[in-house]
């Protein structure tokens, strides 16, 4: 195994060092038995990367990305965000974490679908205490942002998947956090919408600096990014540039 | 809120619940207030540390009103009562009823038979004119004293004072007019009555078998304090005077109006509290109402939970979101709860003859109480909810 050993590095955004996460399960026999999801992950993610994430379905790779949002608890291991004990935190210093420094995509967009775009945009500033005048300001200049502002008013069932996917990405960026968590974005998407959003991600991460890590299945998804791991059965088996992981393509 | 707008009619049903809860508690309340002030008003015209005597012993079952047959009671025995040490005075009467005529109005209604000391005993006050005095009762004189609303059906806006009217065909002279009492402890109209010399009915109007004996007597004592003593005292020369042996029963009973009327206000206040009682469990069964829609939104919203909790909404925020449609679903429903139960307080009012009393006091409770129970009962689904692991959450289908 190719397991590569991150160096050390104080300044990195994520670090995560020998983490286990593992559920407990009734068997027939009604003995609880230990499934492993996933097992010694070490991990460092810098400032401004672009990492994809890659591996067969089941093989952990929400697991981690929902530990990596502060969304999950892992079993045993460390977890440090911006050079904070992510364990050590408390459910309301958690949810800040998750409001000011993490902005998620998931694969369903996940909008509340009780509220408009807008709406949907300026909730992350609601919980972080901003009013509801500036919010919706704030948001509207999101929208125009994204491409977005004649469709500020339509609740999520009056768009299609790519305009609520980019609605989402909006929500995700509200609060201008240093990292975005996107678990199969394009996963719901055709092809040439999953471009656009690709696209949107590669600006965001070339202009603005911001880190983004995303999982997905598909190779020219991946492609965009300029960092790949591959997880399989809950390791890291592959940690490195887009490059030469095809040199290794027939290995996995 | 918006969630509320959503399902219309599922919270307009739950609402529904807390409305018909807060309107019972509203209704029910006010008809106990009602009451209350009822007796009170009632108990404030009746006087101070009255007795009632009764011929008749004290039957099991209570007292035996108006047991014609008995005849046991006498002016000569209410005279007697008056000068007892522990008695202010007394006012024996006997009573009936006759026809009036003024001119060509008519009027039937119950005509007492007293002296004047009842006016004072009985806490009477005169409007207008005089009441009788002990010379017309001496020489058995056909005047008259008539009550309020007797005076207002026979003479109209006409002031009945110096007129004469007839009793059953004989001329009376009307000599004063009562001040309105309103109803009697058991609901009588005291206000339709007149009242004329007990020698002047006894001999000319109603008629006595046994001459001298009465229908009852009013005695007042002569203080709270020694209410007991009067009652034992009077006891004791009633009995000294119908040579009742030791060991035999009373032919009379004495009650203490008083003590019946604390009774009474207590039992008012009883009713009240076991009316507020039984509405207040409709109030219960709306809360639970709530609780159990507040648990099923919560379970549907298992999602939007979570995606809150993803993008920064912490278990505080979550709380209050839930706790506050609990709130706002009572709230709106204690409302319009208060607004129905006042209504239909009015139209009980008045379709049946019934005091009915509402008290901010009392709309103020309701909607503390509804408050309180939307705290109580949304606080269980709002905690669940914002407990959830935000993983489960967005993880649940
Ligand atoms: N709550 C849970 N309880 C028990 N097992 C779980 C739970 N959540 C995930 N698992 C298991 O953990 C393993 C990894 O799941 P995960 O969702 O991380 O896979 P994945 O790599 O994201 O797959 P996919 O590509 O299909 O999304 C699976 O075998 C799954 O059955
Ligand atoms: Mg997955």
Redesign the interface.
């Known amino acids: 195994m190719s397991t590569n050993q991150p160096a050390p590095s104080p300044s990195a955004l994520i670090r995560i060092a020998q983490l286990h996460k593992s559920y407990k399960l009734i068997d027939a026999d009604g003995k609880t038995i230990e499934n492993a999801v996933l097992q010694n992950i070490n991990l460092n993610i810098e400032k401004g990367e672009f990492v994809a994430i890659m591996g067969h379905s089941g093989s952990g790779k929400s697991t981690l990305m929902?530990i990596l949002?502060?969304?999950?608890t892992p079993t045993s291991g460390d977890y440090w965000l911006e050079n904070q004990n992510v364990a050590m935190l408390s459910?309301?210093a958690l949810?800040?974490l998750?409001?000011?420094y993490i902005g998620?995509v998931?694969q369903g967009f996940?909008?509340?679908n009780?509220?408009t775009a807008l709406d949907n945009v300026a909730?992350?500033l609601l919980?972080?205490g901003e009013n509801r005048a500036s919010s919706r300001q704030q948001a509207m200049e999101q929208l125009r942002r994204t491409g977005l502002e004649k469709f500020a008013m339509h609740h999520p069932n009056q768009l299609s998947g790519g305009q609520q996917q980019r609605v989402a990405i909006s929500?995700a960026l509200i609060?201008q956090p240093p990292l975005i968590l996107a678990d199969e974005p394009t996963g719901n998407l055709d092809t040439q919408t999953s471009q656009e959003i690709m696209v949107l991600f590669e600006r965001l991460n070339r202009e603005q600096g911001i880190t983004i890590v995303l999982v997905t299945h598909e190779k020219d998804i991946a492609a965009y990014a300029r960092r790949l791991i591959l997880i399989k059965d809950g390791s890291i088996v592959y940690d490195g540039d887009q490059a030469l992981e095809n040199a290794l393509d027939p290995v996995i | 809120m918006r969630a509320l707008r959503m399902n219309r009619l599922r919270t307009g049903l739950t609402m529904l619940g807390m409305i018909i809860g807060v309107a019972a508690v509203v209704l029910m309340l006010s008809i106990g207030q009602g009451a209350q002030t009822k007796i009170n008003q009632s108990i404030e015209t009746m006087g101070s540390n009255l007795f009632i005597v009764l011929p008749g012993a004290t039957s099991s079952g209570g007292l035996s009103f108006g047991s014609g047959s008995v005849k046991t009671l006498t002016v000569n025995d209410a005279m007697a009562i008056a000068e007892l040490p522990t008695v202010n005075a007394t006012g024996p009467v006997i009573s009936g009823t006759a026809q009036l005529n003024f001119n060509a109005k008519n009027w039937s209604t119950s005509i007492t038979g007293t002296t004047p000391d009842y006016f004072m005993v009985g806490n009477w006050t005169i409007e207008d004119g005089s009441i009788f005095s002990e010379t017309d009762v001496r020489s058995a004189a056909r005047v008259v004293v008539l009550g309020s609303v007797t005076a207002e059906n026979l003479f109209g806006t006409i002031n009945p004072v110096g007129k004469t009217i007839r009793i059953t065909n004989r001329p009376f002279l009307v000599v004063g007019v009562l001040a309105a009492k309103g109803q009697s402890l058991s609901g009588r109209d005291q206000d339709d009555n007149v009242f004329i010399p007990i020698t002047t009915s006894e001999r000319q109007i109603t008629g006595n078998q046994f001459p001298g004996s009465i229908r009852y007597m009013l005695v007042q004592g002569k203080s709270a304090e020694t209410m007991e003593e009067a009652e034992i005292e009077i006891t004791q020369l009633l009995r000294q005077r119908h040579r009742i042996s030791d060991g035999m029963e009373n032919d009379f009973t004495v009650r203490n109006l008083t003590a019946i009327a604390d009774v009474a206000t207590d039992t008012a206040k009883i009713l009240s509290i076991v009316l507020g009682a039984i509405a207040s469990i409709s109030l219960l069964v709306g809360g639970i109402g709530i609780m159990n829609i507040m648990l099923v939104s919560v379970t549907e919203r298992t999602r939007e939970i979570g995606i809150r909790m993803a993008i920064g909404a912490n278990r505080n925020a979550i709380l209050i979101q839930f706790l506050l449609e609990a709130i706002m679903i009572c709230f709106m429903g204690g409302m319009i709860g208060v607004i129905l139960g006042i209504g239909s307080a009015w139209i009980i009012s008045q379709l049946i003859d019934m005091l009915v009393v509402i008290t901010l006091s009392m709309v103020f409770l309701a909607f503390l109480f509804s408050s309180a129970v939307g705290i109580f009962f949304g606080f269980y689904p709002a905690r669940k909810a914002a407990s959830l692991k935000p993983v489960d959450a967005l993880r649940y289908e």
């Open positions: 929902n949002g502060c969304l999950d459910n309301d949810a800040r998750r409001n000011r998620f998931f996940n909008l509340l009780r509220m909730v992350p919980y972080a929500r609060n």
